[in-house]
């Protein structure tokens, strides 16, 4: 699923497009996406509101109409862009929410598997949900202590910890693998064993490389493509996601991988790493 990187993209993408129109008619063709909302509840409110605000939280598109927040979280397959005019239903087969905006184009949320989802908050739902994410890692008030804290709370080995939403905002798998990477962290170490350096080394890593993602306008495996249509270039800077059995660009291992941390792949260099 899109990561930090790849939503923080997409809504500087949206951001300029979006403030200020306002939706003039809101079309949804699935309900199966909606969370804690219903499919009249949802185009009533959404229906003559104007976007105040284009924001990002964690992997989700934060968009602030009036007193109502549309959550958009775009699962593996999902994208979200403006167009311009009538497209042919070969592209609009997938579409799942579309709003005309009173440019006279169409807002589009479109998503091939619907993994994603689309929820309706207004203020204090918005507080709840803000407040079961984890601080967001590219956050100048975020410090080396406040992370140390976040994985000092965890028994979970350091790479499930990264990614845990609760504890750390808008990590997921790609990144996650790439931070313990360049941390030289073994990725099966638990989160509250790693010592201070190895903590501040891994929080410089994670900011690191989510910056050097985001001026990449994000990693395209498969789906993922910006607001505007373009793919993203971080893929060609992975240094072991999608690399198992390729050498190490640091040693010359041969990078090891495993699914026994979570049901996701774990790509690493046993020497580098250990
Ligand atoms: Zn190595």
Redesign the pocket.
Known sequence: MPELPEVETIVRDLRPALVGRTFREVRLRHDDVLRGVKRAGLIRRLTGATVDEVSRRAKHVVLRLGRWRLVIQPGMTGSLFLVNGVRPSVETRYDVLTARLDDWRDFVYRDVRRLGSLLLLDESDWRAYDAAIGPEPLDPQFTPEAFRNALGRTRQVAKKALMDQRLLAGVGNIYANEALFAAGIDPSRPADDLSPEESVRLFDEVRRLLNAAIAANGTTFRDYRTATGQPGNFQLELLVYGREGEP?R????R?AGTHALDARITVF?Y???R
């Open positions: 190490c640091r040693c010359g291992t990078l260099c020497r580098c790493q």
